[in-house]
């Protein structure tokens, strides 16, 4: 699998936030090329001085960009990492519902060859009605768990689409809200209660399907990490920048410090079989990058655990492009 | 729905071979074939109204073979069967004329649903 870095290609989010490293280098470059040797050496050295200083004037702001750009870079990292296990998961996918497709005509087929021993059976066999009863049940037992494969395979399908955001102006409150409701009466059913800390937010640009999955995502995790009682904060408030943030915060057990760099992985999880993929976070991840967001989590020993959604006024920006031109460069 | 002449393209034999007994099963007319240029072959032998097709196949794969089993039968129905679509694969594969498309796994009554609403949706008569 080729590593993030490489995937990001040579301009990585630093040398994108400063747009005056390429025009000078093409600036010396160009130079050197259309003049003569020694005006073009002139000229290159020049060029070379004014980068020199620019550097040092820029030094600075770079280091503040960096740490500025850090967990963005490393989310877009992240999720072009996943798109290439995406991919991968896709080719799995279509290597295992060949044979899920085998098996399920086999089971067809068993089934009708059955039909004559159920006609013996209609016309009173105890034998045949002993054997048939066996061997329906093995069949739909045979279905059942080509369904469940199949569920797996294609939620790894899904998994592996790429996610192109359709934004227009949202109300982030209320978008919360349909999802809080949807789950609150699943809640009151494990007696967990789900406080509203709603503020005032400004209209932004995103994709409301697509936020609402993520939303999802987070309160069916803190569902699950609570299992009985408990409580969720869903806070949402203005943040920098014109930016907004939304929170999910509960009072479960929380995340151990070695799993909080490994939750965002697909296929990360500690459910039990059947009950999770571990591509909840990965997906929403993904989604929330695509937005141009990030999503964070933070975790104190037996405060629970909290997930953070930050997006941008407007959709997309530098996260959706690079996300972009990365999709393009992988094909299907 | 009557008798409907099947053809299976498919380059996994099991798959094709109980694909075209199933078919046979439901009182349709079925008959395989293990690449494109069988497909072609038996297009030119005789007509069919729906092209069951798998799109990864050594040699032609589904998806380049499909203008040309458009242009042997106009008239019939081809219809998708893969383990792997995406949003992108269903686009392409519309756009250069399959009438639907199903991930396997699917049963055989998915398939024959599956004809019956594309050849509604086309105003097929039925034979
Ligand atoms: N609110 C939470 N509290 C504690 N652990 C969590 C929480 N949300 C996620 N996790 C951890 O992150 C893992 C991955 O989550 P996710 O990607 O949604 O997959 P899944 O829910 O299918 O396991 C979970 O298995 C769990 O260990
Ligand atoms: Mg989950």
Redesign the interface.
């Known amino acids: 699998m080729p590593d993030g870095g490489g995937l990001l290609g040579p301009s990585g989010p630093l040398a994108a936030r400063s747009p005056v490293w390429p025009l000078l280098l093409g600036l010396a470059a160009l130079a050197a090329a259309t003049a003569g040797p020694w005006p073009g050496l002139i000229l290159a050295l020049a060029a070379g001085f004014v980068l020199w200083w620019a550097s040092r004037r820029s030094a600075g702001a770079l280091r503040r960009a960096r740490e500025e750009s850090c967990e963005l870079s490393e989310q877009l990292i992240q999720s072009q990492k996943m798109a290439a296990l995406g991919e991968l998961a896709?080719?799995i996918?279509?290597?295992?519902?060949?044979p899920?497709?085998?098996?399920?005509?086999?089971a067809?087929?068993l089934g009708?060859a059955l039909e004559p021993v159920e006609a013996a059976q209609r016309d009173g066999s105890p034998l045949a009605a002993a054997f048939l009863a066996e061997l329906r049940d093995g069949i739909g037992e045979i279905m059942r768990q080509?369904n469940r494969c199949?569920d797996i395979t294609?939620k790894m399908?899904n998994f592996?689409?790429?996610v192109a955001p359709v934004c227009q102006p949202s109300d982030v409150n209320r978008l919360v809200e349909d999802m809080v409701a949807l789950v609150e009466r699943e809640a009151t059913k494990q007696d967990t209660r789900i406080v509203r800390m709603y503020g005032e937010l400004p209209r932004v640009t995103t994709d409301p399907p697509l936020l609402r999955q993520v939303v999802l995502n987070l309160l069916n995790n803190a569902m699950q990490a609570l299992e009985r009682g408990g409580m969720i904060f869903v806070t949402t408030r203005a943040a920098e920048d014109g930016q907004i943030a939304i929170e999910v915060r509960d009072t479960g057990p929380g995340i151990p410090a070695a799993h909080l760099d490994k939750i965002f992985n697909p296929f990360f999880t500690t459910k039990a079989p059947g009950m999770g993929t571990g591509l909840g976070l990965a997906i929403s991840q993904r989604i929330v990058v695509g937005l141009g967001g990030t999503l964070t989590a933070q975790s104190l020993p037996d405060a629970g655990a909290a997930f953070v959604i930050r997006l941008p006024a407007t959709c997309g920006g530098e996260g959706e492009r690079r996300h972009g031109a990365a999709d393009q460069g992988t094909g299907? | 729905m009557t008798s409907l002449r099947f053809l299976v393209v498919d380059d996994e034999e099991r798959f094709r071979g109980n694909l075209v007994k199933l078919l046979t099963a439901k009182g349709m007319q079925a008959e395989g074939a293990a690449d494109a240029e069988q497909a072609f072959a038996a297009l030119r032998r005789e007509a069919r109204d729906v092209i069951l097709l798998d799109v990864r196949m050594p040699g032609m794969d589904g998806v380049a073979a499909l203008p040309g089993l458009k242009a042997l039968a106009p008239e019939a129905d081809v219809i998708v069967l893969t383990g792997h679509a995406s949003v992108d694969d269903a686009a392409e594969l519309l756009a250069r004329g399959a009438s639907e498309y199903l991930v396997k796994p699917c049963t055989v009554d998915e398939i024959l649903d599956t004809v019956a609403v594309v050849r509604d949706r086309r105003g097929a008569g039925r034979l």
């Open positions: 896709a080719g996918a279509h290597e295992i519902n060949n899920l497709g085998i098996i399920t005509q086999e067809e087929l009708l080509v199949s294609h399908l592996a689409r790429k299907h």
